[in-house]
């Protein structure tokens, strides 16, 4: 079952992984809302994490965890604002400035969907 990007709303940013090649963000919440407790967004193209310094993510590179580094600063931040765009491009604004901004357009290398969100405690990513 596809979760809705916009319940990202609200969670917090508590993990920082890998699972095979895909750079991946877990997402909880402490509430009880009627939501999945966790959530887990895979990234499968190029993303970026705002303010400057800025990082931009290649995923294409030979070592998926230098992705990592970038996706670090959002670890204990709270999503603030869910937009998804025409595109199918997502962009998470957290408290305190941060973005992340992951593209909609699939790259020569993107072997699944661009981006998806799913249970972290799943047998399978996707």
Same mark, same amino acid.
């Given at each position: 079952?596809?979760?809705?990007?916009?319940?990202?709303?609200?969670?917090?940013?508590?993990?920082?992984? !890998?699972?095979?090649? %895909?750079?991946?963000?877990?997402?909880?919440?402490?509430?009880?809302?009627?939501?999945?407790?966790?959530?887990? !967004?895979?990234? $499968?193209?190029?993303?970026?994490?705002?303010?400057?310094?800025?990082?931009?993510? $290649?995923?294409?590179? $030979?070592?998926?965890?230098?992705?990592?580094?970038? *996706? *670090?600063?959002?670890?204990? !931040?709270?999503?603030?604002?869910?937009?998804?765009?025409?595109?199918?491009?997502?962009? *998470? $604004?957290?408290?305190?400035?941060?973005?992340?901004?992951?593209?909609?357009?699939?790259?020569?290398?993107?072997?699944? &969907?661009?981006? %998806? !969100?799913?249970?972290?405690?799943? &047998?399978?990513?996707?």
């Amino acid at each position: 079952m596809p979760h809705d990007p916009y319940s990202l709303a609200g969670l917090l940013v508590v993990e920082i992984g !890998l699972r095979q090649a %895909w750079p991946f963000i877990t997402f909880t919440s402490d509430e009880e809302i009627g939501r999945p407790t966790e959530l887990r !967004l895979f990234i $499968d193209t190029t993303c970026e994490v705002r303010p400057p310094p800025s990082h931009t993510l $290649d995923l294409a590179s $030979d070592d998926p965890a230098g992705t990592l580094h970038a *996706l *670090l600063e959002l670890l204990n !931040l709270t999503v603030a604002v869910v937009t998804v765009g025409p595109d199918g491009g997502l962009v *998470l $604004d957290f408290d305190g400035g941060s973005t992340l901004c992951v593209s909609g357009v699939a790259e020569a290398w993107t072997t699944h &969907d661009v981006w %998806w !969100l799913g249970d972290p405690h799943a &047998d399978t990513a996707h």
